[in-house]
């Protein structure tokens, strides 16, 4: 990762200092939330001098998302991002996060969370969705032991959580095609196209990708999933979905690719160029 420098500024009479919040889910396997840590800990590294932390939605005593928050806080920030680091805008938990944060009045959704203290200025960053980073990321994991001729004959089928409820399935299912076809053209595969864990999806898209056959030159079909880190539904559940249908699946999870840090870092560095400008403005106003 290149490194991002910014100093706490004063613009006119409003001292500065951003921080960046990193939200994951959290898990109970120690190994989960290590992988999550040391992508935050390259994103920290990344940017040399802001306030990084991680948080968690669950799960993971004293790392909770108000913990985050209270140790930004005494840190002296007053410009807050934080960044869900989830697949998708479709993620209930993206929306109900956003909600404890203050980022929006309602939430899409019924929510257990409770609103959270937040005593700095917010800004509610964006999920993974379909970004360049995260395509790359996959594809390096997807294509490391195919050549260019074989991509050229695979049809590629990207898998993901997703959601019953029709707002949030969408969302997941736009995210995940625009990756899929982000993957297809810079891998050279032959078709691309993403399902959803609902209970037959899977095998209907494989089924789909195998017909197009000798007009889209598909003579295989590669699953892989996209998850933020390896567990049930990547070791179990997906490879069930898949037996007997005849496709290869690439098992793994986005993090530890250091792209996922990279989605980060540039995020952030695009929200503290923002935060620079508007400082800006707001001493020029206040000087004439």
Known sequence: MSKHSRADARWGETFV???ILVISHGSREERWVSRVDDTIRGVREALAGIP???AYLELVEGRLIQDGID??????VTHLLAVPLFVSSGSVHV???GWALGA???PRRPTDLKRLRVGMQLTYGRPIADDPEIAEALLDKAARDMSAAERARTGLLL???GSEEPWFYDEWKRGLLGLARRMAELGGYAAA???LLRPDEAAARVRALHERGAAARVERVQAVPV???EGYFTSAVIPKRLAGLGCEYTPGSLIPHPKVGEWIVRQAAEWLQEVAVKGKEGEQVGEN
């Open 17 to 19: 200092k951003p921080g």
């Open 52 to 54: 990084v932390e991680g």
């Open 71 to 76: 140790r930004l806080e005494q840190m002296g």
């Open 95 to 97: 929306d109900e996060i």
């Open 104 to 106: 929006y009045d309602e």
């Open 159 to 161: 898998i993901g959580h």
């Open 193 to 195: 196209d993403a399902a």
């Open 227 to 229: 998850f933020i880190s």
